[in-house]
């Protein structure tokens, strides 16, 4: 098994920044791809950022230029680096990750509330 813990979320006023960690425990071997995910009220969950075993990152076109997502190998830690926050980046970020074999894994999520 494998526990995923979230931290870094809060209230911010609209262009702050945030930085969200998601620190992984348990069975750490075989991984695939760690993501960030977010939800917010009354819309389905969505990816955010992803990246690769190899560094290969993906973002949300709302997000481009914006968040950074980056992965400490050592500390089995994955981080979300927010910038020029907006109103509507308000959610609930959560941390994800997925093994070669397939398997899936979710945080329990942290709440990021962006002020106008």
């Known amino acids: 098994q494998v526990q995923l813990v979230e931290s870094g979320g809060g209230l911010v006023q609209a262009g702050g920044s945030l930085r969200l960690s998601c620190a992984a425990s348990g069975s750490i071997f075989s991984i695939n791809t760690m993501a960030w995910y977010r939800q917010a009220p009354g819309k389905q969950r969505e990816l955010v950022a992803s990246i690769s075993s190899g560094g290969s990152t993906n973002y949300a076109d709302s997000v481009k230029g914006r968040f950074a997502i980056s992965r400490d190998g050592a500390k089995n830690t994955v981080y979300l680096q927010m910038n020029s926050l907006k109103p509507e980046d308000t959610a609930i970020y959560y941390c994800?990750?997925?093994?070669?074999?397939?398997?899936?894994?979710w945080g329990q999520g942290t709440q990021v509330t962006v002020s106008s």
């Open positions: 994800f990750l997925s093994r070669v074999s397939g398997a899936r894994y």
